[in-house]
């Protein structure tokens, strides 16, 4: 069984009506990392937003399933707890919510809802630990409010170190490389690399190559006018950055 | 004009006769007498303040205290053995328990052990002897027309009179602990003198049956001296607590206000910076719900030159409650460099709660900073998806959401102690509560 399927998608914003995704088929299997590019507008975000279960979007017709299991009933945090991990585009800030506190919170009402035991303190500041060392995350910047004061690449690493701590099965980044410079862009390249497992697939939302250097994928799909327009090995990102997305946007109207 | 006779309501009867009633009994002849008669008579021409007094627009006293009840009788033995473990939200503290069961003072459950620099007195024993330094002191630390504060000085029962000497720093808070016990109505009066460069924590806790309490506290804080005030706030009934500080010069002094599970709360402070260079802060958190009313008004007069104050209000509002901020700040002529800023923000959980605020500025002063803003909203939905995309249920989602908003305002609490007793307070509260699916 694939890990996800996406059958048929059709989704609108709920009080716009405006249809955003447009009969999208997916197919995403256990261990693999599948790229999404396309242009603006093409509904990648919104797909990551869908899986997560963000409100506001509303499905209208086809099917989400996650392990076999339709997930499209499930409040965010059940489905979090199913495996589903979103990294954001842009992570919010909850000033007051230190991000220990936060991420113990978080692992330990996953583990609930699975019927599992909450992890102890010292197991839980070990894994924080190790993990925050490899990403450069400072103890200060665990003490202070969730991303508050963070700067852009920050953020993103503060998100990877939450998918280190959450180990999800399905990890959704979403545009994970905007607003990085090198430099980040390499160390959060790196901290997700290490999650690259047979247990964990990925789905890596860009709308650029760049990133694909760092973190290499299986298979390359273009979104584009709300569904999956062609799918294809690593090479396709090549051809994408050469000739850009305008055959699409063409083909797809 | 023709004389108009004033419709009385029950309540405003049954106050008229209760002071008439107990006028002979009330601790204090001569000057204190005539000090609570002319109290009454402010009273008897007013009435109880309603929509129509600016300064109750939003707490109308004569709908909101419908009956008054009768005067509260001294504790017997069994109730002082039920106060016994009263005052508990402070308790981490290890404070210097000062207790109050429905509204006179308990000895036995308090901790006058001697401490140098510092001295504990009952005022209800202080006016009987006619103590000529507290009556000299009584109403003078801020002078209104306020009509709970004229209630107040009619009917004043017990209370404290507490001094700390010049240069003492206490080594433990003080803690005046309100217990009620039985529905009835009771007047304390405390007054507090913190002399030149001295020290000093206090804290102050209501709890009990849904009593109605009128409760007022003169607290003068003296040259250099530093004052931290802490009030704690959850008892059903009516409240109505005035604060009547006059601060010197080079003082500093820092108020909190926290008020849940209450019935009709009014929180009233007349604040005077009557001498340069002092600094005062003033914070406050509501968190209501059901029908719980809160109304925190502050009056703060700049009197002298070089001062700075800072206020900040917060609610969090579920199911019908209303909040109400109202916070004047006078700049006398001749109070130049006055740096003063109020900021309220309300945290609105239901449709059907409401806050108001309303800022005032009277500025007579023209090279000073004066500001205010206030901001009313529900919870940010893109947040609470953040946490809920983690694996966060939905109430905890927002048990953190609110928790935030409240920290802002109790992490300026700089004493490690305090912040937590209140953030346990506000996190009990939040624990208690429902979330709407």
Redesign the interface.
Known sequence: MSLLEIKNLHVEIEDEGKKILNGLNLTIEKGQVAAIMGPNGSGKSTLAYVL?????YAVTEGEILLNGESILEM???E???KGV??A?QY??E????ATMT?LR???N??RK?RGENEVSTPEFIKMVRETSDNLGIGQDMLRR?VNVGFSGGEKKRAEIL?MAI?QPRLAVLDETDSGLDIDALRIVSEGVNRLRSPERSMIVITHYQRLLDYIVPDVVHVMAKGRVVRSGGKELALELEANGYAQYTDEAA | MADVTPIRTPAEQALAAAYDGARGTLPGKGAVASLREDAFKRFDAKGLPTRRVEEWKYTDLRTGLRQALPLAAPPDAAAKANAKDAGAVFASLKPRKLTFVDGAFVPELSDLTPEAGLSIGSMAEALTKGDAEVTAKLGKTFETDDIAVALNTALMGDGVVVRVAAGTALQRPLHLVFVTLTETSSFTRSLIVVERGAKVAIAESHEGVAAQVNTALELIVGDEAEVDYYKVVANRGVHLGSLMLSAGKRARFDTFVLNHDVGIVRNQSFVRFAGQHSKGAMRGVNLLRAEEHVDNTLLIEHAAAHCAGREQFKAVLDGESHSVFQGKIVVNPGAQKTDSKMMTRALLLSDKAEADNKPELEIFADDVVCGHGATAGALD???K??????????A??EA??I??????TV?EIADEGFRDAIMNASLAWLATREVKP
């Open positions: 997560a279960g963000r409100p506001g409040e965010p945090n489905r979090a707890a991990f979103l954001f992570p919010v909850v000033p007051g919510v936060f919170t978080a692992l009402a996953q809802l409010g939450q959450l | 939905p893109t947040l998806f953040y946490l809920m995309s983690r694996g966060i249920d939905e905890q989602a953190l959401l928790q935030a908003f409240i920290g802002e992490e």
